[in-house]
């Protein structure tokens, strides 16, 4: 026996310590605080506290100025700002200098699982309660079982937004969920070919790949039928909004972005702030008159291009705009952000308000309990959730390589016995 080989056993016989190696967290190995895009996690949290205004709000701002109700109206246009945004930090933060897809597609899939599921179960089953007495209340007990059956498993597996009729049927927020699912698992194949372009071909890339989902509406507007056509959750608006082919390009303008970003020189930031400024308020100010807008143009994601600017903006990591997101009381609430956008509707069911209401008081007090849960929420279940899921993982995978590894030792042992000494 070779006399290497029993080290090589002794220490893949040594026991998992607290100290094996994690599934990391995404990180681009950046500390400053533009490069952590610290503000962009506040900025998450306004999208998502629009989207809550446009679903429970508008009735108590129908008698307000009629610029902040079309801004609450049109909060939807937030979703396209959570895809933008997603792909801008996983392309930052997984897709190294040299344009190499950092760790597998294993490992960043379950990374994402385990940070998204949790707070989405949850939400699945606070709504269940709801879905299955309305389903009930309005379908023969038979034909009932089998619509909460069929969408039930749908929206547990993700898939509930690859069709229109189960897009929004359990919680209705989900649906970006779903999409979001599909956007992260072609991401380690997307990541290298984006990993690939150089700043100039990026910039070329992103006004093309926007103007694809910016077609449809473009040719509804040129033709007799006209962008709203149809009612705003008629047939186009019903087949688009939640499909994630159609979201995808959103998703992919963000990872160019990111890539740009990873590529740009990082002294430059002195247009940070202006960028950031300028971005927020066009973006806001084009929300305000988004009546005169046709609403195809908003679920392709029209708002794209100025999105970007903000984003980039404050990624940069300076001015007024970064300022006020890292402030303490959006420290606090930015990491929830996630949980307030997926709990908005079952605890809007316990409230009594899934249809909205005319009172601000009520509607704070609901937005104060969905924050309260949605930081217990972070604290209690997702942070913990996810530690024990990866922890799980990394068990199971670093067993299995010393497993592997165990028996490739021994069989080269065996092969080293059985070889004939010499005469």
Known sequence: ??????????????????????????????????????????????????????????PALRTGPKSIFNVASHGYASVGLFFLLSGFVLSYRYVDSAGRFRGSGVRFWTARLARIYPAYLLGFLLSAPFVIHACLRVNPIRTGILKLGFNGLLSLGLLQAWTPWTAWYWNAPAWSLSAEVFFYLTFPFLAPLVGRMRKRMLLQAIPIVWLVPIAVPL??????????????????????DPGPLFRLPTFVVGMLLGRYFTLENKGKNKFGPAMATFGFCAWITVLAVGNSIPSL?????????????????LARGRGWLVTALSMPVIVLLRDSSYSVYILQWPVANIFGIRLGTRSFMRFLLFAVALNVIAVLSFKFLETPARKAFLGHFNKSRQSTRLTDAALQSASAVNQTEQQPTAA
């Open 219 to 240: 040719v509804c507007a040129f033709t007799r039928y006209g962008a709203d056509s149809v009612p705003p959750f008629g047939v186009l608006h019903v087949l688009l």
């Open 1 to 58: 026996m070779h006399p290497g080989n029993n080290s090589k056993l002794g220490r893949l016989r040594q026991p998992i310590t607290s100290q094996a190696p994690s599934l990391p967290e995404p990180s681009g190995g950046n500390t400053s605080p533009g490069e952590d895009l610290k503000a962009l996690t506040g900025l998450r949290f306004l999208a998502a506290s629009l989207v809550v205004a446009h679903h429970f709000l508008l």
């Open 297 to 313: 143009f908003f679920f392709a994601d029209l708002l794209t291009p100025l999105a970007s600017v903000l984003i980039m903006g």
